[in-house]
């Protein structure tokens, strides 16, 4: 069964940082791309960054240069670099397994996600 629990949201202010960690289990994590999610409230549920299995990035416009995912096969986890955080970061951020190795096929599970609020 899959598994995919993230950790590392809360509070952050304008311009801080910080580092979320997706922990995979139920599947050969190497195998497969994956991806983070975000959703804010009143919108719909929006990719903003994913990695191949060969671990080939791609980015939403609007955190490019600013966050950077990478994942550890060897931990079998997913982490998202966020650096230089806007208002506009805040949303539930969700950790999600692609359908195989290409980050181009889409994703089928997700984890529970974890709340990121940036604000002064």
């Known amino acids: 069964q899959v598994q995919l629990v993230e950790s590392g949201g809360g509070l952050a202010q304008p311009g801080g940082s910080l580092r979320l960690s997706c922990v995979a289990s139920?599947?050969?994590?190497?195998?497969?791309?994956m991806g983070w999610y975000r959703q804010a409230p009143g919108k719909e549920r929006a990719l903003v960054a994913r990695i191949s299995s060969g671990s080939s990035t791609r980015y939403a416009d609007s955190i490019k240069g600013r966050f950077t995912i990478a994942r550890d096969n060897a931990k079998n986890t997913l982490y998202l670099q966020m650096n230089s955080l806007k208002p506009e970061d805040t949303a539930r951020y969700y950790c999600?397994?692609?359908?195989?190795?290409?980050?181009?096929?889409?994703?089928?599970?997700w984890g529970q996600g974890t709340q990121v609020t940036v604000s002064s």
């Open positions: 139920g599947f050969t994590f190497s195998n497969y791309a």
């Open positions: 999600g397994k692609g359908y195989d190795a290409s980050y181009d096929s889409g994703f089928d599970s």
